[in-house]
């Protein structure tokens, strides 16, 4: 366990070192924002998109056990303040994925809003019989 974490911290440690240099080696300062930048909306978006797995097992079981509240709220939250902020300064990098992340958040609050009744309806059913 101890060793599979050590390798994914260096895989992405050599990642980061990777960009740092194609980004300082290969492109000026202008093009460099707009390399970096597009890698990052990427790594946002991939981020925002990753409880998608999860939003397809609440479905599956009808159950929100597996999607904590609290983390939904904060990401929703958190992505709503970066749209706004991105969109006060004009910078897409900024307000694309965010807003992207503040609707998939959104999804998955109305999920749990869904199926979180629907969760603790079907715990209480057996001890009612």
Wanted: positive net charge.
């Amino acid at each position: 366990m101890q060793l599979r974490m050590i390798a994914m911290f260096m895989g992405v440690l050599c990642t980061f070192i990777a960009i740092v240099y194609v980004s300082l080696e290969f492109f000026d300062p202008l093009n460099r924002k707009t390399f970096v930048g597009y890698l990052s909306m990427a790594s946002l978006i991939s981020m925002f998109a990753s409880p998608l797995f999860i939003i397809n097992l609440v479905i599956r079981t009808r159950s929100v056990e597996f999607m904590p509240f609290y983390l939904s709220l904060a990401t929703t939250l958190m992505s709503l303040s970066f749209f706004v902020y991105g969109m006060l300064l004009h910078d897409f990098f900024i307000y694309i994925p965010n807003g992207i992340g503040a609707l998939l958040g959104v999804v998955q609050l109305l999920l749990y809003g869904y199926y979180g009744g629907k969760s603790r309806e079907r715990s209480i059913l057996p001890l009612l019989a």
